[in-house]
């Protein structure tokens, strides 16, 4: 169980608006009283304080249909949310631009990043000031995981803002001195600095966390020791995995391969699942898996075009991707996006949809429900050996190495997928790994709009009616902004 604990929180950034509805200046129950960190830290809340990390980031990837997996799911063009009391998950998400005026969701996944960063500032400050004081081993692991995660944080900032990233690294004390704003570069820097520091730390640092971790750092019986990650070791391997994929994103692809070959990859069929994970229970206190939704007519369902997308094994039933992850549903009519349903303006088909003429009514049928999330308990990863093998594989591609990069996506295709052998060439190599990582990671930290960004590709995901397009960025919100003139 991860328990929920008040507190009032010190103001962070000068925007302090939507992100799952939570304000800075409200209270936000992932942290005790902030204060007493400052002025008293003792071991004990500066633990407490650092699971509130883990905790605030978990609710804000998959506590509900309005976070992160799924709110960018959708301008991914992963998924569709089909909730008719709140038509901004389609005229908003589905839309070329994303409004930041609150409460618009353009300007989501903003203050909640922002409180963890001024946490995590606050519990460094405070280790060398703990009564009575930290054990050198405890503090460098208190120093390894509040980087580390401040670094995930300050990383998934830059990513949902990308380009148009003015964002800070800090987070101020003060509403009337924001911290500056610096570019997407430099929040990676920043991100690659803390992670690698972080990395020093906990080499530094021995035995079990003494913060309290959750069955999501339990690893896989058989392929690791139950707890792995909750080892110096184990976690200082999860940090090495958020750094490689923090080299991906800078394109350092060299980087990438040393820090996933300090990672826990392994090519063991049986381990794509080992990695770190959010858990959810139903105990006082706790959240559920928010993403998790059932019956015949759910909101949240995927994409047709994964249905359009997906590739055959050699019995002519869908990649093993595919039908592990979805289940049949009803279709529903929905705003011009599903079948029957008349669109108010003509389109042009679409060549993945067979039965897409084109002309005024969308022949697309969002007849396929999510499985990956099948009981509101189920985890969430942050990150997986999948993954990882998928990363490894690009950088090899990337620097040429195609034979490399053809055992691992091919073990992947095989183990994952149930699919057969490809071979690379330079010519298909990236569009095969696009494939393999859009159902891999279908519907896991909306991996499918930064890798289709990264690679200058948004134009090709579908546009599903007259008047939408795919938003390469979350704007900063626009109170953050005001706040700066």
């Given amino acids: 169980m991860m328990r929920k604990l008040s507190f009032l929180v010190l103001t962070g950034v000068m925007f302090v608006g939507m992100t799952s509805c939570q304000n800075l200046n409200s209270p936000n129950f992932n942290f005790e009283d902030l204060q007493n960190l400052v002025d008293n830290p003792t071991p004990t809340g500066l633990y407490t304080a650092a699971q509130g990390l883990l905790i605030t980031r978990r609710d804000m990837d998959a506590g509900g249909p309005n976070d992160f997996y799924s709110n960018a799911g959708i301008v991914g063009r ?225 994409h047709p075009s994964y249905k359009a997308d997906v590739e055959l094994k050699a019995d002519g039933t869908p990649d093993d991707r595919f039908t592990r992850k979805t289940r049949p549903i009803s279709s529903r009519s929905y705003q011009g996006l599903c079948v029957g349903d008349p669109s108010p303006t003509p389109w042009a088909p679409d060549p993945r949809y067979t039965d897409d003429p084109g002309g005024g009514t969308a022949q697309r049928e969002c007849d396929v429900g999510f499985d990956l999330y099948p009981a509101t308990t189920t985890p969430v990863s942050i990150i997986r050996n999948e993954e990882l093998l998928l990363m490894r594989a690009e950088a090899n591609i990337q620097l040429g190495n195609l034979g490399a990069a053809q055992a691992d996506i091919n073990l992947v295709r095989s183990a994952s997928g149930g699919l057969g052998p490809v071979t690379l060439t330079s010519a298909n190599a990236i569009d095969q790994l696009l494939y393999e990582r859009q159902f891999s990671l279908w519907w896991e930290n909306a991996h499918r709009w930064k890798d289709m960004r990264r690679y200058n590709r948004l134009a090709e995901l579908p546009v599903d009616k007259a008047g939408h397009g795919v938003a390469s960025f979350y704007p900063i919100p626009q109170e953050e902004t005001t706040a700066r003139q």
């Fill in 78 to 302: 992963e998924s569709y949310d089909l909730d008719i009391n709140d038509p901004r998950f389609e005229t908003e998400l589905l839309s070329s631009q994303l409004s930041p005026d609150s409460p618009a969701f353009g300007g989501n996944f903003w203050s909640e990043p922002y409180e963890n960063v001024r946490v995590g500032a606050i519990i460094l400050a405070g280790i060398a000031n703990s009564t009575p004081p930290l054990s050198a081993s405890d503090a460098n692991w208190l120093e390894g995981f509040v980087k580390t995660m401040v670094a995930y944080d300050l990383m998934e900032i830059a990513l949902v803002r990308d380009t148009q990233c003015g964002c800070p690294i800090e987070a101020s004390e003060s509403p009337s001195e924001p911290a500056p704003a610096v570019s997407a570069d430099q929040v990676f820097a920043r991100v690659i600095q803390l992670l690698d520091e972080a990395a020093s730390d906990l080499q530094q640092a021995s035995g079990t966390s003494p913060i309290p971790l959750s069955t999501g750092f339990d690893g896989i019986a058989g392929v690791v020791q139950v707890g792995f990650f909750r080892s110096a070791e184990g976690f200082r391997q999860f940090n090495r995995a958020l750094r490689a994929r923090a080299a991906m994103y800078e394109q350092d692809w060299s980087g990438m391969l040393q820090a996933v070959g300090e990672s826990f990859i392994t090519d063991l069929p049986a381990a794509l699942n080992l990695g770190v994970y959010h858990v959810f229970t139903s105990q006082s206190g706790d959240v559920l898996n928010g993403l998790a939704q059932f019956g015949n007519d759910p909101n949240l369902r995927a």
